[in-house]
């Protein structure tokens, strides 16, 4: 049988994720096995290049320049910040690859990489949740959805949290080869192949380094009273603001409206306590500060995306 080669590039750059690149290579050869098994002639070949690599340079030779890949796959980042701003011969490199017919994927920060080339403008993505607020501020015009783990908008893939590159490697199995074929290479791994939303694994976490220190006051004050009654008019007077000064202040400084801060928080305190504690879900409920049960499983549906029970059998 004629093998057809899928020619894949992991693109090493510094501090990307080591056990990233290492995973996706060998996920791609148990497909392979897989794909042979099943008849398929498909056949996933890596390389992993480091950026060096690609810079045009007269020390290396012409020949040992990088050939045209299908896929492009940016790691996450472990802890540096080169994503932040990536050379320019790289960015062109993956432009090049892309204009010529490359699939281009990234995961958790390396969706920054493609942010900062333009390739992301007026289209969807995601990344690691906890960059959300950076990402939207530095790339308005990327439509952001942080609630999904992974995006397939054709020929750009992008995947959110540090392990999203198992989504990522299953999703390019199933695209190359078969689905079949992914949902086999799944029940080796064992690892889950279903639909997963990144909100499952989202925590709230309040913005507090915008400077503004009356609604930081308000900030901490609604973290401890959380589970009593409060109102607008309550938080702008603590601001010493009129009640539409402080709605302007305060989603200038948290992304966000009150409202919708104080739901968030409500729902995080209650994710912790199904966490950590045996109560049921109405004692939760009471506890931080929800008199209509019903309504808070709705928002609590709404927030997290799983229903109180689907999140404990899931997260307790």
């Not at 020949?63 to 802890?79: A, Q, T």
């Not at 913005?207 to 308000?218: C, P, Q, Y």
């Amino acid at each position: 049988m004629t093998h057809l080669d899928i020619n894949i590039a992991l693109i090493n750059y510094p501090g990307s994720m080591q056990s990233a690149l290492l995973g996706l290579q060998e996920m791609f050869i148990l497909a392979n096995n897989l794909s042979l098994e099943h008849g398929s002639n498909k056949q996933f070949k890596t390389e992993i290049l480091t950026p060096d690599f690609l810079e045009p340079s007269k020390s290396v030779p012409k020949s040992l320049h990088p050939k045209k890949y299908h896929v492009i796959i940016i790691p996450p980042d472990f802890g540096g910040s080169y994503y932040k701003k990536p050379p320019q011969h790289l960015t062109t490199w993956i432009r090049q690859q892309h204009q010529s017919g490359a699939t281009v994927c990234s995961s958790c920060a390396g969706t920054f990489i493609l942010a900062e080339m333009g390739l992301l403008k007026n289209r969807a993505a995601t990344t690691h949740w906890n960059l959300a607020d950076r990402f939207s501020e530095t790339y308005p015009d990327t439509m952001l959805n942080i609630e999904k783990i992974l995006i397939n908008d054709g020929d750009i893939i992008t995947a959110g949290g540090l392990m999203s590159w198992l989504d990522l490697g299953l999703e390019l199995v199933a695209q190359f080869t078969h689905p079949s074929i992914m949902r086999q290479l799944g029940k080796t791994l064992i690892v889950d192949t279903g639909s997963r939303e990144q909100k499952y694994y989202q925590s709230f976490v309040p913005k507090l380094d915008h400077g503004n220190k009356a609604i930081l006051k308000v900030q901490h004050y609604v973290q401890t009273h959380f589970a009593g009654a409060i109102s607008i008019s309550q938080l702008a007077e603590l601001a010493c603001l009129s009640e539409r000064t402080f709605l302007r202040h305060f989603v200038q400084a948290t992304g966000i409206k009150p409202t919708e801060y104080l739901q968030r928080l409500r729902i995080q305190k209650a994710c912790d306590y199904i966490e950590t504690s045996t109560s049921t879900f109405d004692t939760i409920s009471m506890d931080v500060g929800y008199e209509d049960n019903s309504a808070f499983r709705k928002t609590f549906r709404k927030i997290t995306g799983l229903t109180p029970s689907e999140f404990k059998k899931r997260f307790a």
